[in-house]
């Protein structure tokens, strides 16, 4: 079994998330959350901010940890166990663009339920879910602020 550990972005800008849509050789299609593995030395908020701003040209500002999900898949050579560390972020605003060297093909922002029904797995659905409700929550309590940066 091969371990994996990826980190990744609920981005959210004027209550709607960020979305991208990969499609490789018309075998794997949908739309995703950004995120990506982990490189040596780089802690994990470190690799959720390089993998959104790599994939989605977006410059994010990181608000909460949300959680992790785990999963399991195969590829030919062995089973992978897959673990992505979720963290809550803002945008500046609405712009994004797709990375297509990763095979995006598109990416944009979308409402809630719009969000929630084009995601392609269900473990980025319960994240979305855990990550909007948390973002509602700062919002109620004045929170959802981006942090001044501190010389």
């Not at 959210?12 to 995120?35: A, H, M, Q």
């Not at 909460?64 to 785990?70: L, M, N, R, V």
């Not at 992505?84 to 060297?101: C, G, I, T």
């Amino acid at each position: 079994m091969i371990q994996a550990t990826s980190c990744g972005g609920v981005v959210i800008f004027r209550g709607k998330i960020l979305l991208l849509y990969k499609n490789f050789k018309n075998r794997y299609e949908g739309w995703v959350l950004p995120k990506g593995t982990v490189e040596t030395g780089e802690k994990h908020v470190e690799t959720a901010l390089r993998e959104v701003f790599e994939e989605s040209g977006v410059k994010a500002t990181v608000m909460k940890y949300i959680g992790k999900s785990e999963y399991t898949f195969n590829v030919p050579q062995d089973i992978v166990e897959k673990e992505v560390h979720w963290y809550l972020m803002m945008a500046d605003n609405y712009y994004s663009k797709p990375q297509r060297e990763e095979f995006f093909v598109d990416s944009g922002y979308y409402k809630y339920h719009e969000a929630y029904h084009l995601l392609k797995f269900s473990n980025e659905k319960q994240i979305l879910e855990q990550a909007y409700q948390e973002y509602l929550d700062l919002r109620k309590n004045k929170q959802w602020i981006k942090p001044r940066k501190t010389f």
